[in-house]
């Protein structure tokens, strides 16, 4: 009632009037009418109930009526007992308009921060994207709820202001049911009246579904991925500076790489992280093992597997690696390959040095025949020499025109009985250029490769490095007093952690020679071809290798990138690099905003805010009591139901606050009439089961 302002009156002075007979109240032939026999419990006398004297006449009363259901006892109902004006309550105006309108900006709010964190990353947002992704989450559930009470309280509040103003029942009835989804289907079903206006409020409701969707989907975690480029430097494997080697730091590095465990002497990467370039021949090998759907063979490049064979025990450093998740480059190097000829005479053996002279060729370069066989002591030295060696190398008539170079691999065997036993192995040594594609992830490896070509210039053509490869390197583990590089070509086990056999000494019964003759000659030409680019990288940067290519940017301003081909070598170069753009990828976890969704959210949320905002300014101009789609609202006016008059101003609510007791049922007011009449109206005493529906009766 704090609806209403009251305003002075009298008390009602109206006197009862005599009860008139029964049928007036209801007329029916039943001898106790339900209504009748429902005001016998009221304060409304009936005339079988009246006092024999007329004090009740001149007795001053007011509408009020005691009322009782089946199960409760009598209950004073009470109207406002003054007049009242048509009014609304101010502060409950405020509170609807803004919850109307707050309610719907936190989704606005909700969609515009979703939109700020639109391409920024899951740990840059820090809790704030935590916080708005949970937010996202409640928005299926929340939405239906919010949306459902605005749009249902402003269709019953448009219901109301037509009512008001005069409208069609079909209107009123539409604008009622319409305050849920499947009621706005139901009724639009039911009064089968296709309008637009039908069509408005299916569309409307459409909203509900889709406003909640579009919570959920409006932000996303999703891998973001960025690419920039740089030029980095990476070793050069062609050009050598001869006066950048420095013997005893390319001794130990050999060694290490040597001696190394037999995992990471077949690992991608070497002991310093640089990246091994893989045999190509090894590459094509596995690549037609494979099933040929599996075959990838994209521009050219054959996927690298993990069971190649690399061309050398160390890698290619590469200098300027930047810190990122992934990295992508080309790199082009260049390798030697030790291929044994073909037929019968590619292996041949002897067991003195008379015997070895008869199998070696003439014209041998950098020791001659006559050295190796008269004066072995240079070749081999001896067991009092620290450069001692078990094998050598040695080029067939060298001619620097000549791409390929013809060389012999030969290893001598003493079985301490001043027996002395021979095996050489004759083939070609050329240069061979390779491109790769390198992936840093974060380590580096190589996945792809293709040949590019033969080469026509190799470094061999010139004495110096021909020099370096078949003179040094026989002698780079000469001062140990087992070899590890004899070991290694016979294909032996390398046990360098426990400092066990390491391969053959002079003097010792060792089977060195046996060894390496019943080796295949193809797996002692790889196992050659592995040795030598070995000490040629390690010889191109011996002080870069094991800690790689400078990190400065300054350092490489004093000298430019080479090409392949290029043979201009600066005095006091250390080292020449090639240059090479590198692919940075970074990778990340994104927020996405879904930008359709987006759309929807907002559009949903500024319509059902306007919703909101339009049915304040209608409730605002309504003055009507709130009595549509109340039960309440039966009792109005209803012959079925005993009230006094009074209490037209009372809200549904309000009126059903009164009334809560009053028991009453839809039922047949006519039993016993051939014909039933459905109404709603009040039980009273009468029996529970007389006056109810039944399936085989006649209704009018």
């Known amino acids: 009632m704090s609806h209403y302002e009251s305003l002075p009156r009298r008390e009602s002075t109206d006197i009862v009037p005599p009860i008139s007979p029964v049928s007036s109240i209801h007329e029916t032939s039943s001898p106790n009418p339900p209504v009748f026999e429902y005001l016998q419990s009221s304060s409304i006398h009936s005339p079988r109930s009246l006092p024999d004297d007329d004090s009740l006449l001149k007795k001053e009363t007011t509408h009020s009526v005691s009322v009782r259901s089946i199960k409760t006892s009598p209950t004073k109902v009470q109207w406002p007992a003054t007049a009242q004006r048509l009014a609304w309550s101010f502060l409950m105006l405020c509170f609807d308009l803004m919850l109307m309108m707050i309610v719907p900006s936190c989704f606005l709010a909700l969609a515009a921060a979703a939109a700020s964190l639109h391409n920024v990353g899951t740990k840059d947002s820090g809790t704030f994207g935590e916080q708005v992704q949970r937010a996202t989450q409640l928005g299926p559930s929340i939405w239906p709820i919010v949306f459902a009470g605005i749009i249902g309280r402003s269709m019953k509040n448009i219901a109301r202001f037509r009512a008001e103003r005069g409208s069609t029942l079909g209107f009123l009835e539409q604008s009622m049911g319409s305050t849920t989804f499947l009621g706005t289907i139901d009724t639009a079903i039911q009064l089968r009246n296709p309008s637009f206006l039908t069509l408005g409020l299916l569309l409307l409701w459409s909203l509900s579904p889709l406003g909640g969707q579009s919570s959920l989907r409006l932000l996303s975690v999703k891998p973001w991925t960025n690419h920039t480029y740089s030029t980095i430097p ?37 002991l310093w992280d640089s990246s091994k370039i893989p045999l190509y021949s090894s590459v094509v090998q596995n690549f037609e093992q494979r099933d040929p759907k599996e075959k990838d063979q994209a521009d050219g490049y054959l996927p690298v597997t993990d069971a190649v064979t690399y061309s050398s025990l160390v890698g290619v450093p590469v200098g300027l690696l930047p810190k990122v998740d992934v990295m992508l480059f080309n790199i ?8 044994a000829i073909d037929g019968k005479d590619s292996v041949r053996t002897a067991t003195s040095y008379t015997g070895l ?13 006559d050295q190796i066989v008269e004066t072995p002591t240079k070749v081999f030295g001896d067991s009092a020499n620290t450069t001692t060696t078990d094998w050598f190398l040695v080029a067939i008539s060298f001619n620097s025109s000549e791409s390929t170079t013809k060389a012999l691999f030969g290893a001598r065997w003493n079985s301490g009985k001043n027996t002395t036993g021979f095996y050489t192995l004759q083939g070609q040594v050329e240069f061979v250029e390779v491109n790769s594609k390198v992936v840093c992830n974060p380590d580096c490896k190589v996945v ?28 780079v583990d000469g001062a140990m007093t087992k ?19 390491l391969g053959n000494t002079p003097g010792q019964s060792t089977a060195t020679f046996d060894a390496i003759s019943d080796a295949k000659p193809q797996d002692v030409a790889e196992r050659l071809t592995i040795l030598l680019n070995t000490y040629w990288n390690l010889a191109l940067a011996p002080s870069w290798q094991p800690n790689g290519l400078p990190t400065d940017p300054l350092a490489y301003t004093l000298l430019p990138g080479r090409p392949l081909n290029s043979t201009d070598i600066p005095p006091g170069a250390p080292f020449i690099w090639n240059l090479t753009q590198a692919d940075h990828i970074v990778t990340r976890d994104n927020f996405r905003c879904n930008w359709g969704w987006f759309v ?34 039966l009792t109005r ?8 008059p009074g209490g037209t101003l009372l809200h549904g609510l309000e009126r059903a606050k009164l009334l809560k007791d009053l028991a009453v049922r839809i039922q047949d007011v006519t039993p016993q009439e051939p014909v039933g009449h459905v109404a709603f109206a009040a039980i009273g005493d009468r029996p529970r089961k007389e006056g109810r529906l039944v399936w085989d009766r006649f209704y009018k």
Do not use: E
């Not at 950048?244 to 037999?262: C, F, R």
């Not at 082009?332 to 291929?339: A, D, H, K, L, Q």
């Not at 004899?486 to 400092?499: P, W």
């Open 234 to 270: 990476y070793m050069n494997t062609t050009i050598i500076n001869p006066a950048s080697i420095d013997y005893n730091a390319v001794s130990p590095l050999y060694l290490a790489a040597l001696l190394a465990s037999n995992s990471s002497r077949h690992a991608p990467k070497d």
């Open 483 to 501: 070899r590890a590089s004899v070991q290694y070509l016979k294909g032996g086990d390398l046990k360098g952690s426990d400092g066990q056999a």
């Open 637 to 644: 006016d209803n012959p079925h139901v005993p009230l006094p």
């Open 600 to 633: 929807v959210l907002v559009a949903a949320s500024i319509i059902v805010m306007l919703c909101g905002i339009c049915s304040a300014i209608l409730a605002f101009k309504s003055f009507i009591p709130d009595i549509l789609g109340y039960v309440s609202t």
């Open 448 to 475: 792809r490769m293709k040949k590019t070509g033969a080469v026509q210039t190799s470094p061999l053509q010139t004495k110096w490095t021909l020099q370096l490869l078949f003179d040094r390197l026989p002698y």
């Open 357 to 369: 002279r008869d199998i070696l060729p003439p014209d041998l370069y950098p020791w001659t025949k």
């Open 332 to 339: 082009t190097t260049r390798y030697f390959v030790f291929s």
